[in-house]
């Protein structure tokens, strides 16, 4: 016997993510999805956004193969955090986060920051419910990352080049970079800085309050 | 790049379909995939074989120490995978296409080469779809 099922095994997840979505827009938080490679510095720029963003309420959901290791980072600059351990899979789904989510008191919270799991391909597939997906991409990871992982640049509002101290000591042409980014994605936002040193921070942070004030000015 | 969850899933949906249609033995599985669904269709055999019982550290007999009801269901079954061409739909100009016809180019990185705007959406390609299973 035939049995017709036609069931679109992607798009379940797009359906929960529409429902995040939906409950993540009630709130009145800016939810990010900060997608980049294993040791791109997610979690050193998420440390120093939080630091910097002062007064705002931040909460958490680190996402990684295994150890809870970035979200007792996270715990000591005093934001909300959930770690979600995807027990081998290469990213984060709309299931792992809505589950993330009932175990966050997310009441009275700003900013929602998910860190996907370190990995450039399959996060981009993903929708989590996410308003903004922006990719960290760090100068020792070289110059031609966009054009050799085009879709995460593309799909992304912003792209944080991370790092910058470091390009006396690697090859590295930020033109060839920002050039790239925007052949892809002419709509990115770009940002050059420092996680680590601070430097070049402050126009990220802003323009993060701008996307908190124009999805808050919508409600 | 992810075909092992995707075929868990797979097996998931066919397990609980199977225990509500009566089904003991799926014969033939068939698929319909998207080129720009970021699966790899090689990669979704080998998967589909290691959870069916067929593949390597897999390779027991049929029902000999097997206690798994989705490998009993599942072993032996045929995996056909139908592929979809990318097509996609220019916002700005209404150019429709499909991969192929633009050179390759255009879904992944390029702009539209009718019009040169970054404003499209696909069409087809992106699916994953159980369509439908045969067994007894």
Not at chain 1, 9 to 33: C, S
Not at chain 1, 88 to 101: K, P, R, S
Not at chain 2, 46 to 60: D, Q
């Amino acid at each position: 016997m035939k049995v017709k099922l036609a069931r679109d095994l992607l798009k379940a997840n797009d359906v929960l993510a529409g429902g995040l979505r939906d409950r993540l827009g009630e709130l009145g938080l800016l939810a990010v999805n900060l997608i980049g490679s294993p040791g791109s510095g997610k979690t050193t720029l998420l440390e120093r956004t939080i630091g910097g963003l002062g007064a705002r309420r931040v909460a958490v959901i680190e996402g990684d193969v295994a150890t809870t290791l970035d979200a007792q980072r996270i715990e000591r600059t005093g934001a909300a955090v959930v770690q979600v351990n995807t027990d081998g899979a290469c990213h984060l789904d709309a299931n792992m986060v809505t589950g993330a989510v009932t175990d966050l008191a997310l009441e009275g919270v700003d900013y929602l920051f998910i860190e996907n799991v370190g990995n450039l391909v399959c996060p981009a597939a993903w929708d989590l419910g996410e308003d903004l997906k922006v990719v960290v991409s760090s100068v020792a990871e070289g110059d031609e990352k966009p054009a050799k992982y085009p879709r995460v640049f593309r799909e992304a509002q912003a792209c944080v080049l991370n790092k910058t101290d470091l390009i006396p000591h690697v090859e590295f042409d930020a033109q060839r970079f920002t050039t790239e980014v925007r052949r892809l994605n002419p709509e990115a936002e770009v940002f050059l800085l420092s996680a680590r040193e601070g430097s070049g921070i402050d126009e990220w942070l802003t323009w993060l309050e701008t996307r908190l004030a124009a999805k808050r000015a919508t409600r | 790049m992810h075909e092992l969850g995707l075929v868990t899933r797979v097996v998931e949906t066919l397990r609980a379909s199977a225990a509500e249609q009566g089904v003991t033995k799926v014969r033939k599985v068939h698929l319909v995939v998207g080129k720009r669904s970021g699966v790899s269709v090689p990669a979704l055999r080998f998967a589909f074989e290691v959870l069916a019982g067929r593949g390597p550290g897999r390779s027991h007999d049929e029902g000999e120490q097997d206690t798994d009801g989705a490998d009993r269901l599942l072993h032996g079954a045929e995996l056909d995978v139908e592929e979809v061409p990318v097509r996609l739909s220019c916002g700005r100009c209404g150019l429709e296409a499909t991969e192929d016809e633009t050179g390759g180019e255009w879904p992944l990185v390029g702009p539209c080469p009718a019009c040169g705007s970054l404003d499209w959406r696909l069409l087809s390609g992106a699916e994953f779809v159980l369509d439908y299973y045969e067994g007894d």
